[in-house]
């Protein structure tokens, strides 16, 4: 098979996504090429656009910016403007899609409240995970669910405590009986918010939440507050209840990312983008320094498809985007050297959340997102890439994944969508 | 001042072995150990239990000594033990002017050996290399070290000895050339203990020699690391081994849902040298590459190192050269009466090597009784009804390895699952309950979550603590138990510690998933950020 | 020597637990992750089966969402044949699992009175009784099974280019119309179809239902078949997504030994061939029928795990006044026989419902799929027509057919 288009995407994550759906709006036929659901699906569905420098938080991550290195994905895109404008388009896509996103009251991050019951800074989340509403208020209640293993109320009071604007705050256990019974395996919020999004999933909440909401004006609740229609459930749950609801991030699986991906697959292929899923791309054809076709790898063979130009987004380390091995590292698809230090005990700190040279380990690029060789010169003229597979940032450490992630996303998308 | 007959320094095999057999005895005795119970060597080796054929050319002694203890531990500790077999492999590589001698001298020491067909092993085993020349079958098995040792720590509670974990020894007492007494710290409280006795007993490992240096004097122990890889799953059925004089990286132990290759052999400076060295990983695949080809594919979990206590006699060979004999030094030979010390030997003989001693301390001590700690099983075994009861509340794949690892405990813990409203999975991995963690994590001897990871495997299967953690830390704090770091720094603690063991294997699939642990906690939990923001 | 599938693969990220539809509508599956690669580690160990595994539909969609390439699903298969080869499958299994052979037995009578001997109120209740759920709509024996049709069907004679067409149960038994379409359309683009009878059931309801020494038999004879008219250059082609998946990528996972001597095991895919031959020239489409058409097409959750696309509704996109939407829903429910289980029929439902929603939401009327029992549940969901994409193309093309 060979099939050819205009654009070919690599990747179905937020910058995949993104990729494609922009270059789609602008008129051009794109074919998505995906292997396995990308990470959007198991993470906290919030937009992390820069939350530490150098390990010191950040107050506005768009002035903080200006401050990055020339190398970091955020400069060579142009900075605060490119990413703002992605912002704004991911709101308005996911405001069509029925998920209304949320600034930060004030300028700068949200904090948001994760499960851990740690504070996050994160410039864009739904509107069901903002925080603004627990500075006015003195109680609040920490809810879950009856053998929901990942969400402890007493660890996440115990830790909240911790934190100077919170420690004077009341906050109370609150376990709601689970609603599912003779479940065989252990429940996650994934499993009560699917079942929130039934009728009676969505009384079973209302009623049992009903003692706390009279006791407390802000309930805290693990992301269960439904799945497609999250943001009608949580608008009448807060006005039925006449409460605050602020959901808290989760760990995979993470809800708000599900949701989230759910609306952008949506807007894919009402945008006429065609999803090959199960497609891994093994290799490429090159030809004078521009790709000819990516190579999928089936069970009978290899799948050739064609394009004007590639927008690679394969992830990382964790999504197969980087290979590595003892001393080497490199791009998985165009094999491009990533320069890594021949001795691997040079990759990591001796300290897990150090700084570490895999961690902003990725493919090099210039001002358009074009891979560049050692001479620092364009190296294939009509590929792209996006998100964790480029080099120069640590999204872990300065909680810029999915800010990262869409703003490259975005931008590979316009230009490639220009040409 | 607290009193007893008998002080012990060290919690590994050998020292909890003493413990044991004193107690049994009716020798009243107290165990003390710097850390948790079998953090050292003891825990930090292959877990193979020899039968003695990696031994027989080249100390026949000590080869009899394995194969007399490894028929003794598949009686009394069966629980730890997995009846898993061994081959012995002739490679490509190696010289087959070894077989003869090694049959023979195997034949000597009272190890069967027979024969396999090539083409039988390679169907038995699949993994070889399919050009293999010959094939032996011995009794070598796999041993859980760890749970070992704690299920003599079980055996000497019921007999009433006692153990103190996490104190370190920093004074031996002694008036007219006798010892008096000890006097520790307790490492998590600062509190100090003083206890006095009669005798002390120096089963200190590679820390051996840092105890007689309390007393003014020296022994002949040099720590020498040995690096060793476990891998994510079980690839062999058996123990296997190359057929050639013993060498580095020639030994693949399966356990459970692993497979460890080990080990390597290098001068230590210091008896806690822990840190494998990625260097030693790379030495080890490529040896291990000789037996099982396509080694470099599967997934390395974690490296890591433990110290063997190698005795030296003055002007005697170290490292793979030195002798894996034991040796025990009567001090009072040196003008310290009451004071023994014990090392060198193996794993497989800490029993025998407990026994030796335990006789000179009787001796000692004017106490007759019979050494019977190779009659009497360790613990218990759970009686049918009990694993039919644990099915309704532990999942099904976990059930035998819960009531292994428990030991005297499993009754426990399974009422306390029972009474639960449910027993939710914490580690998936290695399949942790609830109740099992918790129920451990409240034990006097647990201070932090790696103590209860060393008990339970929480953490030690394919995600490396990436949810467990979490999950278990929510769970501590909720049922309130007590332990000293903040629930967010003991996590963190648990996490660089699982750090440590990924390091030097950072590459392939394991950065794969160590970058999934970062998303987790550093991008979505900011467990990292929060250091600075939050009071601890 | 037991068959394993190296587990390392798996990081543990949860992605095949969100994406899993049966674990999306029942907490009594234990889920994709826990019984595949998590089990697989302790299987070793022999420590006994967990219950749930029998709630795997095998639709794949672990494997389609999986970003490490972990064969999940063939590894919860892996250990059902084990499982079923110390514990005997149910008769209610038996049933489902050998369709063919039943296909073959109502062949001798007439399938009005066959259909009407399974879908009255009595034998309804038997069937319930040991275990198929009475609820559901069973697909219909055909009046004239394929082997029949075809024999009886007088292709043109000069034609010189040859193609072997593997039919598969469904089509054999319940859809026989559809392969006559496929091969009135090869012979439109200048192809002779030979069907040889000796080709059998591709074995996915054997051996998902536990049945494993009867899918290897099948397994066996196809495959020894398949090399016979491969190696004369003939391509050997399959319009059902799950038989594709089989002889692709299922074979080589559960009988390695039969797949070893062979470069590969795949069929080719009807619906790549007719794409080709379109765009060879060789198939004309300029005549075909411009009326106006709104189409809904539903990718089996099967063809989605083969990385090639949707050559159906890329033919359905290639013909004038055409308007194909891809529904984009996830998986039916149906699973070959899963969902006409009495304890999984409710399941099937629900896990359709999204699927079901969407098509009634799109207010389009014809559905198109490749999926013989993916047409039979999405039929029995919604009560919109539903044809595969095919069928839809050769009435465009065929004057004499009426629409």
Not at chain 1, 385 to 399: P, S
Not at chain 2, 16 to 40: P, T
Not at chain 3, 350 to 361: R, V
């Given at each position: 098979m ?298 009978s ?119 | ?536 | ?98 369709g063919e052979?039943?296909a073959k037995?109502v062949s001798?009578?007439p399938s009005f009175?066959?259909n ?23 697909p219909k024996f055909a009046s004239k099974q394929f082997p029949a049709m075809f024999k009886e069907y007088k292709q043109p004679e000069n034609l010189t280019k040859r193609v072997v067409f593997y039919p598969g149960c469904f089509i054999k038994a319940y859809a026989p119309q559809t392969g006559m379409d496929l091969v009135w359309l090869l012979n439109k683009a200048g192809y002779k179809v030979e069907y040889p009878e000796v080709f059998c059931c591709c ?19 196809n495959?020894?078949e398949l090399?016979a008219w491969r190696?004369a250059g003939i391509p050997v082609l399959s319009l059902c997504p799950s038989c594709q998946l089989?002889f ?18 795949a069929l080719d895919d009807a619906m790549e061939f007719i794409l080709g031959c379109i765009n060879r020239g060789e198939l004309d489409i300029s005549e075909a029928d411009t009326s106006p058409l709104d189409i809904i097409y539903h990718a089996p959750?099967h063809l989605?795990?083969q990385?090639i696309g949707f050559p159906g509704l890329d033919i359905l996109r290639l013909l004038p006044g055409v308007h194909a ?39 389009i009327r014809q559905v198109a799929t490749e999926c013989g029992t993916c047409k039979v549940?999405i039929i029995?969901?919604?009560?919109n027509p539903c044809d595969h994409p095919l069928t839809i193309l050769r009435r465009r093309l065929d004057k004499k057919t009426t629409k």
């Open positions: 060979n099939r050819k288009t205009d654009i070919v995407v690599v990747g179905s994550g937020l910058a995949g996504m993104s990729a494609a759906l922009t270059a789609a709006q602008s008129g051009k036929k794109v074919t998505l090429l995906t292997h396995g659901a990308g990470t959007l699906a198991i993470s906290s569905g919030c937009i992390d656009v820069l939350g530490y420098l150098n390990g010191v938080r950040v107050a506005d991550p768009f002035e903080s910016m200006a401050t990055l290195p020339a190398e970091h994905p955020y400069s060579l895109i142009g900075g605060a403007e490119t990413v703002r404008e992605a912002i704004d388009w991911l709101k308005s896509v996911c405001r069509k899609g029925g998920i209304d996103m949320a600034h930060a009251a004030e300028e700068g991050n949200h904090t948001l409240i994760t499960v851990m019951g740690t504070l996050k800074p994160s410039y864009l989340c739904p509107d069901s995970f903002n925080p603004d509403c627990l500075k006015d208020v003195h109680r609040a209640a920490v809810v879950t669910v009856e053998n929901m293993k990942d969400v402890h109320p007493g660890l996440i009071i115990d830790q909240l405590h911790r934190y100077a604007e919170l420690s004077d705050k009341e906050f109370m256990e609150a376990v709601l009986p689970c609603p599912i019974e003779h479940a065989h395996r252990n429940i996650t919020p994934l499993d009560i918010a699917r079942h929130v999004e039934t009728p009676e999933g969505m009384k079973w909440l209302e009623k049992s939440l009903m003692p706390y909401a009279k006791l407390y004006p802000v309930l805290l609740l693990p992301p269960i507050c439904g799945m497609k229609h999250s943001q009608q459930i949580w608008n009448q749950l807060c006005s039925a209840l006449k409460v605050k609801i602020i959901e808290m991030v989760s760990i995979p699986p993470g809800v708000a990312g599900l949701r989230m991906r759910d609306v952008l697959k949506k807007a894919l292929n009402a945008a006429g983008v065609y999803m090959v899923e199960s497609a891994e791309v093994v290799r490429a054809e090159v030809e004078e320094g521009r790709c000819k076709t990516v190579h999928t790898l089936t069970a063979g290899e799948d050739a498809w064609e394009a004007d130009s590639f927008i690679i987004a394969t992830g990382g380390l964790l999504s197969g985007g980087i290979s590595t091995a003892p001393g080497k590292a490199w791009e998985s698809i165009f094999q491009l050297s990533l320069d890594a230090p021949a001795d691997t005990e040079a990759w990591s700190s001796p300290d897990i959340f150090g700084s570490s040279f895999f961690a902003s380990m990725g493919v090099k690029v210039n001002h358009e997102l074009k891979p560049l060789n050692g001479e620092g010169n364009v190296c294939l003229d009509n590929v792209r890439f996006a998100g964790r597979v480029l080099g120069g940032y640590d999204f872990a450490a300065e909680k810029s994944g999915n800010g990262v992630a869409l703003a490259t996303g975005r931008y590979a998308g316009m230009l490639a969508g220009k040409e | 001042m607290k009193h007893t007959t008998v002080v012990i320094i060290g919690g590994g095999a050998t020292g909890i072995g003493i413990l044991r057999d004193l107690s049994m005895r009716g020798v009243k005795a107290v165990l003390l150990e710097q850390g948790g119970i079998a953090s050292g060597a003891s825990s930090r080796f292959h877990g193979l239990l020899h039968s003695g054929g990696r031994y027989a050319v080249k100390d026949n002694e000590a080869a009899r000594e394995c194969i007399e203890e490894n028929m003794i531990l598949r009686r009394i500790g069966r629980e730890c033990v997995e009846e898993s077999e061994g081959f012995f492999v002739l490679s490509q590589q190696d010289d087959p002017a070894y077989e003869k001698p090694w049959v023979e001298a195997c034949a000597k020491a009272g190890i069967k050996t027979e024969p396999v067909d090539v083409k039988e092993a390679l169907r038995l085993e699949p993994n070889l290399d399919p050009g293999i020349k010959a094939v032996y079958r011995v009794p070598d098995s796999s041993v859980d070290g760890f749970r070992l040792v704690w299920h003599n720590a079980m055996s000497a509670r019921r007999y009433g000895g006692e153990m103190l974990t996490h104190h370190e020894v920093f004074a031996i007492d002694q008036e007219g050339g006798k010892v008096k007494g000890v006097r520790a710290r307790n490492l998590v409280t600062g509190e100090e203990v003083c206890i006095s006795c009669d005798v002390v007993v120096n089963a200190a490992g590679s820390w051996a020699a840092k105890v007689v240096e309390l007393v003014g004097l020296e022994v002949g122990v040099q720590p020498d690391r040995g690096t060793l890889v476990a891998f994510n799953h079980r690839f062999t059925s058996r123990v296997i081994n190359r057929l050639h004089m013993s060498s580095d990286g020639d030994i693949f132990v399966p356990h459970g849902s692993i497979t460890i290759l080990g080990t390597t052999s290098f001068h230590a400076d210091r008896p806690d040298a822990h840190e494998a060295p990625t260097e030693d990983v790379l030495k080890l695949l490529d040896i291990g590459e000789v037996l099982i080809p396509n080694l470099r594919s599967y997934r390395i979990l974690r490296a890591f190192a433990g110290t063997r206590p190698l005795y030296v006699a003055k002007g005697s060979a170290a490292g793979r050269a030195a002798s894996r004999g034991f040796h025990i030094s009567d001090h009072s030979e040196e003008g310290l009466d009451g004071m023994f010390s014990i090392f060198g030997g193996k794993f497989t003989t800490y029993r025998l090597m407990a026994e030796k001693l335990c006789d000179l301390v009787c001796e000692k001590l004017g106490v007759h009784a019979e050494c019977r700690t190779a009659v009497e099983p360790l613990i218990a075994d759970p009686s049918p009804a009990m694993m039919e009861k644990a099915a309704k509340y532990f999942p099904v794949h976990s059930v035998p390895l819960v009531a292994n690892r428990l030991g005297d405990a499993f009754p426990i813990v399974v009422e306390k699952a029972a009474a639960m409203k449910s027993n939710p999975l914490l580690c998936e991995c290695e399949m942790v309950t609830r109740a099992e963690i918790e129920y451990v994590a409240s034990d006097p001897s647990s201070h932090s979550m790696t103590d209860v990871r060393l008990r339970t495997r929480l953490g030690m299967g394919t995600c490396q603590g990436t949810y467990c953690s979490l999950r278990t830390i929510g769970a501590l704090t909720e049922c309130r138990v007590p332990f000293p770091l903040s629930p967010a720094d003991n996590l963190r603690d648990f996490l660089q510690e699982r750090w440590k063991g990924l390091r030097p294997a950072l590459w392939g699939l394991q950065a794969r998933e160590m970058e999934l642990g970062r998303a987790v906690y550093a991008a979505t939990l900011n467990i990292d950020g929060a250091r600075d923001e939050q009071k601890n | 020597m037991k068959r394993r599938i190296n587990p390392d693969k798996c990081v543990a990220c949860s992605t095949c637990v969100v994406q899993c539809p049966v674990a999306e509508v029942t907490s009594k599956f234990l889920g994709p992750r826990m019984l595949g690669p998590a089990s697989e580690r302790f299987r070793m160990l022999n420590a006994g089966e967990d219950d749930s595994l029998s709630y795997c539909a095998n639709c794949k969609n672990c494997d389609i969402s999986c970003p490490q390439g972990v064969e999940v699903s063939n590894i919860n298969m892996l250990a059902r044949a084990e499982y079923c080869r110390e514990n005997r499958p149910s008769f209610r299994d038996w049933i489902l699992a050998h052979l039943e037995l001798y009578f009175l066959v009407f001997g399974m879908a009255n109120p009595i034998s309804k209740q038997i069937l319930d009784m040991v275990g198929v759920s009475k609820k559901a709509d069973l074995g996915t309801p054997l051996y998902t239902n536990g049945f494993e020494a009867d899918a290897r038999k099948n397994a066996v004879k495959l020894e090399a190696k089989m692709k990528s299922e074979i080589p996972a559960f009988f390695p030994d039969l797949a070893e001597n062979m470069e590969s095991t959750c989605r795990a990385g939407v891809n529904a984009d829903a996830g998986c039916c429910g149906i699973s070959g026989s899963y969902g006409f289980k009495k304890e999984k029929y409710d399941i099937g439902m629900a896990i359709g419902s999204k699927l079901f929603d969407t098509i009634k939401d799109s207010g549940q029995h969901g919604t009560g």
